[in-house]
């Protein structure tokens, strides 16, 4: 009930190409999907959020698409970058906020120049 | 944003001791967290950490194993106790800053119990 399920597992995306990273959640009480990037040696760092009154959010090249009715939120980065690669995390949450994420397994991106 | 510092970012330990990790936010904040990050794994919380009162704790995480001190509003620690190489992860402090949505973290602490 608790789970968030992330995949792939592990993504290798060549230099401008579009990177999806897929997410799906069981409970309907989470009212907050964040998605983190995290770069070795360093902690997760907030890339974007969405709401679930809202289908889509869009932060430069990175987008969250969520489908309520699914249950399943996912995150587009376009125009793929070396800088790019690093492991991102979806995460959900009750209350909206930092309180109690739940964390997806992650997806480690690799860009090839 | 938070400039959160924690203390050591990693360590070497043997067996059988303990570890305290320190988390430092320069600014004060209701809630602290606590998150274990196993090698290649996703992130799990372990406690919720209120100044005034005791940690919450996840299941699956007890106080005696992992108990953890919240003396003020912008400092926090973590004791990794009777360690074990199970317990060789990243350890990671986190806070909920008042008129943020998100969750900031700490850089981490890895630790290799052998």
């Known amino acids: 009930q608790q789970q968030v399920k992330q995949s792939p597992q592990s993504l290798i995306v060549q230099k401008g190409g579009i990177s999806i990273i897929n997410c799906a959640y069981e409970?309907?009480?989470?009212?907050?999907f964040p998605w983190y990037q995290q770069f070795p040696g360093k902690g997760p760092a907030l890339l974007i959020a969405i709401r679930p009154d809202v289908s889509e959010k869009k932060e430069g090249r990175f987008t969250i698409s969520f489908n309520k009715s699914a249950k399943q939120f996912s995150l587009h980065i376009m125009d793929s970058q070396p800088g790019d690669s690093a492991t991102y995390f979806c995460a959900a949450s009750i209350r909206g906020g930092a309180q109690k994420l739940v964390f997806g397994q992650g997806t480690r991106l690799t860009i090839n120049p | 944003s938070a400039v959160i510092s924690q203390k050591p970012s990693r360590d070497i330990c043997q067996r059988g001791t303990s570890l305290t990790i320190q988390c430092q936010v320069d600014?004060?904040?209701?809630?602290m967290f606590w998150y274990r990050q196993q090698p290649g794994q996703s992130l799990t919380l372990i406690a919720t950490a209120n100044q005034g009162s005791e940690a919450t704790y996840e299941s699956g995480f007890v106080i005696d194993k992992f108990p953890i001190s919240r003396p003020n509003l912008t400092f926090s620690t973590l004791t990794v106790s009777n360690m074990s190489p199970e317990d060789s992860s990243i350890y990671l402090c986190?806070?909920?800053?008042?008129?943020?949505?998100?969750?900031?973290f700490g850089q981490g602490t890895r630790l290799t119990v052998v």
């Open positions: 409970n309907t009480a989470f009212d907050y």
């Open positions: 986190s806070v909920d800053l008042r008129g943020f949505p998100e969750a900031f």
């Open positions: 600014s004060q904040v209701t809630m």
